[in-house]
């Protein structure tokens, strides 16, 4: 005999337990997705803030030392810097005052005097003015120098020599070239050479014989001096080389974070301030480092005011470009957040196209309209929109150094452009009114 099957339970009244929930694998790996993509695009947009700041170090690097125009409008107000004449008209007396020719010449006029026959009390009395004249020689060699300094001619030679022997500030940075300003073991150097020849001349011209029997002294005055120089070297050369692509990589590696954000408007507008909070950084650290080399300049620099003036010369057009990118994320922030669904950005939106129908209905009751034109331009208004906005984007890539002007004559021109679109959309939505019938009596 068979055995009979175990009876089945009985099922239970009542709601019955869910089995276990099993996530489906495709939705499981769309959250992975997800936020490996957010993890990605927070790298990135991190990374782009600090590169951004170096990406401008390196555009300045690579221009001073490559561009022979620009290095000559960056090195040319030198030569009528305050400063840095000041400077150049006390090495230039030095260095055409290196002999006692006051002693000299009432040493020679006493001795023949005292040939002559002349006592030696009246001899001695004579050798004893060669200090006064000694003094009388400084002040007009001063006289001399400042006029040569401040001529044209002084400037016209600078910007030639430094721009026919541009590797000035190669040699500054690489340690490669020679020209009126010279690195050697940390120390730079101007050469007054030139403007001490002149002086030598005018001060032969001008009675003064024993000026030609100047010797060839050292015709060159320390600007500033830093033992760190080598290492600033290495960096620039490494700058140099990246100069090129460092900024395309930047751009690229920044919409590349923006793309692969959940959020793109809220990334991008995180990406611009983060840049130009970077950028600002930076600027204040410039500031700082000025005042702390300033603060602790060695012996060998004759002139601190003339140092100031060099250092500020040559990082003129890297803080106009730290400020160009501060101004620049702070403008496409703001873009960002009023193209967003803020309760301000919305109320300024309709307040704008509220004008805008407001000029619209003006005209209507004018029987002004704007035709094809209105109808056109509120059907494709968004595109339109983003043709504007791509146009500003390439101008400002293309323009040669931009400065902050340069960001507020786009923003301007960006803004007046979205104003005639908004006027041509709302005159395709109002329509205007039927022209009077002329032969119509008059009431």
Not at 172 to 181: C, K
Not at 316 to 324: A, D, E, N, P, Q
């Amino acid at each position: 005999m068979t055995e009979p099957p175990d009876p089945q339970p009985e099922p239970v009244p009542g709601p019955q337990p869910s089995p276990d929930p099993v996530r489906p694998r495709g939705r499981r790996g769309a959250g992975a997705g997800r936020v490996a993509r957010g993890a990605a695009s927070a790298v990135l947009i991190v990374l782009t803030c600090v590169l951004v700041p170096l990406a401008l170090l390196a555009v300045w690097v690579h221009d001073i030392t490559l561009d022979t125009d620009r290095y000559v409008a960056t090195v040319a107000p030198l030569a009528t810097d305050p400063a840095v004449q000041d400077a150049a008209v006390r090495r230039i007396t030095e260095a055409v005052s290196a002999r006692d020719y006051g002693k000299v010449a009432a040493g020679e006029l006493a001795a023949w005097l005292r040939s002559q026959g002349l006592g030696p009390r009246a001899t001695d009395a004579i050798r004893s003015l060669g200090p006064r004249l000694d003094s009388v020689v400084d002040d007009a060699t001063t006289k001399i120098a400042t006029r040569v300094v401040d001529s044209e001619a002084f400037a016209t030679v600078w910007r030639t020599a430094n721009r026919t022997a541009h590797n000035v500030v190669v040699h500054a940075l690489t340690g490669e070239g020679r020209g009126a300003v010279g690195v050697s073991d940390g120390t730079v150097t101007l050469n007054v050479g030139t403007a001490v020849d002149r002086v030598k001349q005018d001060l032969v011209e001008a009675g003064l014989k024993p000026a030609e029997k100047i010797p060839q002294v050292d015709k060159e005055f320390v600007l500033f001096q830093s033992d760190e120089l080598a290492t600033f070297r290495t960096a620039a050369h490494l700058l140099d080389v990246v100069g090129n692509w460092l900024p395309v990589i930047v751009v690229v590696l920044g919409a590349a974070g923006v793309l692969l954000a959940h959020r793109r408007r809220r990334a991008l507008a995180r990406t611009a301030l983060g840049a130009a909070f970077a950028c600002l950084v930076v600027a204040l650290a410039l500031v700082v480092a000025r005042h702390y080399y300033l603060g602790h300049l060695p012996p060998q620099v004759q002139s601190k005011a003339a140092a100031g003036a060099v250092f500020d010369t040559l990082l003129r057009f890297l803080r106009v470009s730290l400020r160009t990118a501060v101004v620049l994320g702070v403008v496409i922030a703001l873009g960002a957040y009023f193209v967003g669904p803020g309760r301000l950005p919305v109320a300024v939106r309709g307040g704008s196209d509220h004008a805008a129908d407001a000029a619209a209905r003006w005209a209507a009751d004018r029987h002004l309209g704007t035709g094809r034109a209105g109808t056109w331009t509120l059907a494709h208004r968004r595109w339109l929109t983003l043709t504007a906005l791509l146009v500003v984007a390439l101008v400002f890539a293309l323009w040669n150094h931009p400065t902050v002007l340069t960001v507020l004559l786009l923003v301007l021109i960006l803004l007046g452009v979205l104003a005639l679109l908004a006027l041509l959309a709302a005159g395709g939505r109002v329509r205007p009114g039927p022209l009077p019938d002329k032969a119509s009596p008059e009431h």
